[in-house]
């Protein structure tokens, strides 16, 4: 079973930026999509960005421009750079892993097996 654990989440103000962090272990060293979704009050949790493990990387468009998904496979840390953040981005922040996965599963909706616990961010105007 593959553990999350997610890190980095907080309080900014539009206009600012933040990055969060999950280490990742127990998953598979082929055919694991790595992704972040988000979830707010009243809201459906929804894939945000993903990358797969040839590297490539999916975005929803609200965010396509200002986040950044990478990830370190040395250190088994995925990360999601956060520009510009929008009152919008306010939500739980997730971190996800499903295996035989494509890289556009994440954010078109697709079944996911494993979570971390999420992380707060909280955008201010």
């Known amino acids: 079973q593959v553990q999350l654990v997610e890190s980095g989440g907080g309080s900014v103000q539009a206009g600012e930026s933040l990055r969060l962090s999950c280490e990742a272990t127990?998953?598979?060293?082929?055919?694991?999509?790595l992704g972040w979704f988000r979830q707010a009050p009243g809201e459906e949790r929804k894939g945000v960005a993903a990358?797969?493990?040839?590297?490539?990387?999916s975005y929803v468009d609200s965010v396509k421009g200002r986040f950044t998904i990478s990830r370190d496979n040395a250190k088994s840390i995925l990360y999601l750079q956060m520009n510009s953040l929008n009152v919008e981005d306010s939500a739980v922040y997730y971190c996800?892993?499903?295996?035989?996965?494509?890289?556009?599963?994440?954010?078109?909706?697709?079944?996911?097996?494993?979570w971390g616990q999420g992380t707060q961010v909280t955008v201010s105007s």
């Open positions: 996800a892993a499903e295996e035989n996965c494509v890289v556009t599963h994440m954010t078109d909706g697709g079944f996911v097996e494993n």
């Open positions: 127990g998953y598979r060293g082929g055919g694991f999509c």
């Open positions: 990358i797969g493990t040839d590297g490539r990387t």
